[in-house]
């Protein structure tokens, strides 16, 4: 459910009519085409992601179960976040600190991203190179933390299990790239991310599907959530995509993610990248240069309302809010006061108590005129987050496309990688490490 009311009311008091809000409607409503041509064209693989044919990674799950103690998932971005939010949201809190029985027979999970060896060596303590399973994911194949991570937990597999290339499962290009070489040069089972799906597209492919069916998490119910987001949804797709573009293009240049649940507090990460790494560009796809974008927060609720809220109430008006409600909270617990000066929460439970806190703060940024939009679900479970997933999937490369940004790529991001690549020797990349130089004595 969206609700976009208290987004309405802000629109009329910028002092902007019906036939205002129609203009950015209209200009939602191209993108939207723009988006569904390039999924006839084959280019937005994505959106055909709910259709896959998901028996290979459920009969590799159940090939591998009670098998391990420990999952590594080596990724990062586009390759790390999806699979960080559904552990998330849908793994039950403290699973790693559970026993063996007590987690199904499903392993402990381990998300290798960071380069930050203090990270790295804090995961390999805990585990043992016998008892683990470990996961690669690369679109690329060559992202320099990815393989560097790979390097390091393959030496420690390699020292401490008795055949290390059998703890080793690779999801990569179907086609190309270097880890796809190594995996068939190995013999590691390897999982393809369709050629026409983007890494932070990516999260229903088996960048975010395998790991999921390794730790028991149901794929089905997840991509059927997915592929709810059909035709019927375009409308909402169209709205939610027209307020922000209208709020971008005046001044609310932060766009605040705000879930009131901790379970979704990695769908938060997830979406910050989505937002920024599709719309943050320098050039328009004619080349202009437009400086496009607006910039993602994360904020949890109700954490923040203790933290970021009294800025977006009192502060500067540059902002959009979206929540996220989860109307039935999941293991709610009833509040007994056991003090009479706690005697109002008695009865009420903590769901309750996070969804009210939700409306309160709602209340308060409407009543200085801030702008937000509520997304709610019933319950957090595969077929809602499938659901969230899929929206704002729509919803971003929407708004590129119909303000003429490309939405899939990230020319930025690979400039960086580039020069580190220059600067660690890559061969090929010498001009990269000259051109990094150049940059650092002008
Ligand atoms: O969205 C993207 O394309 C990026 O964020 C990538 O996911 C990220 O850079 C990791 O790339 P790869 O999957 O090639 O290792």
Not at 31 to 53: I, M
Not at 260 to 288: M, V
């Amino acid at each position: 459910k969206v609700d976009f009311n208290y987004a309405m009311k802000a629109f009329v008091e910028c002092g902007l009519d019906d036939t205002a809000l129609e203009k950015y409607r209209e200009k939602a409503r191209m993108g939207l085409s723009r988006l569904l041509r390039l999924v006839d064209e084959d280019k937005a693989g994505f959106v055909n992601l709910p259709g896959q044919d998901t028996s290979a990674m459920k009969k590799f799950a159940k090939e591998m179960s009670g098998k391990f103690n420990d999952l590594i998932l080596i990724g990062i971005g586009g390759s790390s976040l999806g699979m960080e939010t559904l552990c998330g949201a849908l793994l039950p809190y403290g699973h790693n600190a559970r026993s063996f029985s007590q987690r199904g027979a499903f392993p402990r999970v381990w998300v290798a991203d960071n380069v930050d060896p203090a990270k790295i060596s804090a995961i390999l303590n805990e585990c043992e190179p016998e008892d683990t399973f470990i996961c690669v994911i690369t679109k690329s194949g060559s992202t320099v933390e990815t393989a560097a991570n790979f390097n390091v937990i393959y030496e420690w597999l390699d020292e401490g299990a008795k055949e290390p290339k059998k703890h080793i499962c690779t999801i990569t290009d179907p086609e190309k790239g270097t880890l796809r070489e190594i995996s068939e040069k190995e013999g590691f089972p390897v999982f393809p991310i369709p050629d026409n799906v983007g890494g932070r597209f990516s999260v229903l492919s088996p960048v975010g599907l395998l790991p999921a069916a390794l730790l028991g998490i149901d794929i089905d119910k997840l991509l059927e959530g997915a592929a709810s987001v059909t035709r019927d949804k375009y409308e909402k797709i169209i709205t939610l995509s027209s307020i922000y573009m209208y709020f971008m293009e005046n001044g609310k240049n932060i766009n605040v993610l705000m879930p009131y649940s901790s379970r979704l507090s990695s769908f938060a990460d997830w979406y910050c990248q989505l937002w920024g790494e599709s719309l943050g560009k320098r050039t328009d796809t004619d080349g202009n240069i437009v400086m496009f974008g607006s910039t993602p927060v994360k904020a949890v609720g109700v954490i923040d309302q203790h933290s970021q809220v009294q800025l977006f109430k009192e502060g500067p008006e540059d902002k959009v809010v979206t929540f996220i409600e989860v109307e039935k909270h999941e293991k709610d617990k009833k509040i007994m006061a056991e003090y009479d000066d706690y005697g109002y929460l008695e009865g009420h439970s903590l769901g309750e108590l996070c969804n009210i806190e939700l409306l309160t703060t709602e209340a308060a940024l409407k009543n200085t005129g801030k702008p937000s939009v509520k997304i709610s679900v019933d319950s957090l479970d595969e077929y809602t987050l499938g659901s969230l997933f899929m929206l704002w999937q729509y919803v971003v490369p929407v708004i590129g496309l119909a303000c003429d940004i490309d939405p899939f790529d990230q020319p930025g991001v690979e400039e960086g990688k580039n020069y580190a690549y220059g600067l660690l020797g890559k061969s090929g990349y010498e001009d990269m490490k000259q051109k990094f130089e150049e940059i650092f004595t002008k």
